[in-house]
């Protein structure tokens, strides 16, 4: 800006506050040709930095994502980015869509499935790279799975720093000291923590379920995604989808048995919401997408559940 700009400036100033400076002449008295002085741009208001997450950035490399199959940023009209917008679309009009559909909690989901190895990992990554890649809503990602944590191994972060074990048993620990901040902005990780006696009991805890109703209640506007145990393995993920208000179950193709996906489907029915997912499903010869897909399975209120058949679509 110019010094005569300045000067103009500074007089509107103290024209507009009643204290007309004499010397630069008052701006009621300017003369018409004096230049065109563009308002002041409204005052920038930066964004609330959000207290909870950390300074330091860790970066989700593409070549990571890429290694592990999955979604990659910029490549969200991939097929398996399809798949996924698929899959969210419910729970995000579960969790945030017109209030009399809305479910209590529904931004509380949880990934499960019955059996290890059947793709709850990977499909709650997946999940909250697209919620987060593509709909710029926030999402807060949760190692639940605190006996066998993997994400930021996965993912290759340093998730040393602490987690939901740490949150539980340490009253000192605050979630800023144990979040992982990445560089997609909208994407925050809560690791597993540091491993614990018996630490899927912990998942049952009376602290866990306080510390579900505050996520809830702070982070009201948020999805948060929980990546948890094998139901059948343990007691502790059952009482967990009890908090929660929907509820993901991944069916491998081929290979989760039906009594254990019955069994599954048993476990979780307390929950107002329960989607199925079919994982690792074989394209017919002829498409053109790679090996591996998702198949939408049924979802709906527990009360109107879809039968314990995932089909694939
Ligand atoms: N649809 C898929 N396409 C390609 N790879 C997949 C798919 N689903 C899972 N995988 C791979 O299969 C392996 C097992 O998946 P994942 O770790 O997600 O299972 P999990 O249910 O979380 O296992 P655990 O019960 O041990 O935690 C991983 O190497 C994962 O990358
Ligand atoms: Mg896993």
């Known amino acids: ?14 024209g507009a506050a009643g204290k007309s400076d004499p010397g630069a002449g008052s701006s009621r008295g300017a003369s018409p040709w004096a230049p065109e002085i563009p308002p002041d741009p409204a005052p920038e208001i930066p964004p609330d930095p959000d207290p909870d997450l950390p300074a330091e950035i860790q970066e989700l490399r593409p ?13 969200e009209r991939s097929g398996l980015a399809e798949q996924f917008r698929l899959i969210k679309r419910p729970l995000l009009a579960n969790a945030f869509g017109a209030p009399q ?18 793709g709850k990992t990977f499909s709650t990554i997946n999940l909250a790279l697209s919620i987060a890649m593509e709909l710029g809503r926030t999402v807060l990602l949760v190692d639940a799975d605190v006996a066998h944590p993997q994400i930021p191994k996965y993912l290759e972060l340093d998730g040393d720093h602490g987690g ?24 925050a990780i809560l690791p597993a923590g540091k491993p ?42 059952t009482v967990l989808a009890t908090h929660m208000g929907q509820v993901v179950l991944v069916v491998e193709a081929e290979r989760t048995p039906k009594g254990a996906l019955e069994r599954s489907l048993d476990l979780v029915a307390g929950c107002e ?19 591996y897909h998702y198949g939408y399975g049924g979802y709906g209120r527990a009360a109107e559940a879809p039968a314990a058949t995932a089909r694939n679509e």
């Open 1 to 14: 800006m110019s010094i005569i700009e300045k000067a103009l400036r500074k007089n509107r100033v103290a």
């Open 63 to 75: 070549e990571v994502l890429q290694r592990h199959g999955l979604i990659l940023p910029g490549e």
């Open 101 to 118: 559909l809305r479910v209590r909690n529904g931004n509380l989901i949880m990934v499960t499935s019955s059996l290890p190895g059947e």
């Open 164 to 187: 939901l074990t740490d949150l539980l048993t340490d009253p000192g620990v605050s979630m800023r000291d144990v979040l992982i901040r990445t560089n997609i902005d909208n994407l």
């Open 196 to 237: 614990y006696r018996r630490s899927t009991e912990l998942l049952a805890s009376e602290r866990m379920s306080e510390l579900l109703d505050e996520m809830a209640r702070r982070y009201s506007d948020r999805v948060i995604l929980f990546d948890s145990p094998p139901l059948l393995a343990a007691s502790e993920p």
């Open 273 to 291: 919401v329960v989607m199925t997912i079919l994982n690792k499903a074989v394209w017919l010869p002829g498409m053109d997408y790679a090996n």
